[in-house]
C-alpha cells in the first residue's frame, strides 16, 4: 500500500539527504575540515536514499524492496554514528576503521605498516561543533529518527497489505 504521506516522506528524504551531503562536502572543502573514515561511512545512507528513492519515483521500482534497503542502510549509519559518538568521548578505542587511508594498493606488510603509522585524521578529534554537538552526534540522532519512521512505514505497510 502506498500513500500520499509515504510518498511526501521519500521526497523529503531526498530532499534531507541533498542537504545533509552538501553540508558535509561543504564542511570539508569549503571550511577544509577534513573527515575521518567514519565519517565518510556516515555518507553511505544519504548517498543511497538518493539514488534508491530517485530510481523508485524514475523507474516505478517496488515499493517495499526500496524501503526494506534503506531502512537497513540506515540502521547501518545510525550504528557507525554512535560508535563513532563513542570514540569521540572516549566509550570505544579507535578501531582499525579510522585508519584506513582510501590507498589499498600495498604490496608488502612493510608498506602496509608504514601507511597504518602514516598520520590520519583521528576519528577521536571533534574539528566542528553545530549547538555544541559534533557531527557524528547529529548525524546520529537523525539516522535514528530516519530509521525509526522507515521501521513504522514498513509496518504500516505489512498491515495495510
Known amino acids: ?27 570539508e572543502f569549503i571550511l577544509d575540515h577534513k573527515p575521518c573514515s567514519l565519517c565518510k561511512l556516515q555518507r553511505i545512507p544519504y548517498i543511497a536514499s538518493l539514488i534508491l528513492i530517485s530510481s523508485f519515483f524514475i523507474f516505478k521500482f517496488k515499493y517495499k524492496v526500496i524501503l526494506v534497503i534503506l531502512t537497513l542502510f540506515f ?21 582499525f576503521l579510522c585508519k584506513l587511508q582510501g590507498n589499498f594498493q600495498v604490496d608488502s606488510a612493510s608498506e602496509l ?36 519512521i522507515l521501521v513504522g512505514i514498513l509496518i504500516n505497510y505489512e498491515k495495510n497489505k
Open 75 to 95: 540502521i547501518f549509519g545510525t550504528v557507525i554514528s554512535f560508535y563513532h559518538y563513542g570514540i569521540e568521548e572516549g566509550f570505544f578505542n579507535e578501531s
Open 113 to 148: 605498516l608504514s601507511q597504518l603509522k602514516t598520520s590520519n585524521i583521528s576519528c577521536k578529534e571533534v574539528p566542528l561543533r553545530l549547538f555544541g554537538f559534533s557531527l557524528a552526534t547529529i548525524n546520529a540522532i537523525f539516522s535514528l529518527a530516519i530509521s525509526v
Open 1 to 27: 500500500m502506498f500513500n500520499f504521506k509515504t510518498t511526501t516522506f521519500l521526497k523529503s528524504m531526498i530532499f534531507i539527504s541533498f542537504f545533509a551531503l552538501s553540508s558535509a562536502y561543504f564542511v
